[in-house]
């Protein structure tokens, strides 16, 4: 292999390193969205953030329901903030680092 800068990229986990202490965007299974300051990762993908805005994705079916029609169902949207999270990484689809500038 070539040799690369040690801040290069080389491998998926090398992006998630050059990520740390900076905002990064996970988007995890049941609609769920976090964005926030990752401090810390391990190899399962477990992640703690700090600052964090959570966006819930909530699918109104019943209201759908309710008045019959064929029409998509009802999303709402719920945010909330948390100081310090804990992420288990069985629940991680998606990390994406913050834009560098």
């Known amino acids: 292999m070539a040799d690369a800068p040690s ?10 390193r050059l990520s740390l202490s900076e905002r ?16 810390a990762y391990d190899g399962h ?9 959570e966006t819930i994705m909530v ?10 029609s064929a029409t998509s169902p009802s999303v709402k949207v719920a945010k909330r903030s948390i100081e310090m999270l804990f992420v ?11 834009s560098r500038g």
């Open 88 to 98: 288990r990484g069985d629940g991680v689809i998606l990390v994406s680092p913050g």
């Open 7 to 16: 801040s290069g990229v080389q491998e998926p986990f090398d992006l998630i």
């Open 59 to 68: 699918v109104d079916e019943a209201a759908m329901e309710m008045d019959g």
């Open 24 to 39: 990064v965007f996970v988007k995890l299974r049941g609609d769920r969205e976090l964005s926030g300051v990752l401090h």
């Open 45 to 53: 993908m477990n992640l703690i953030l700090s600052d964090v805005e």
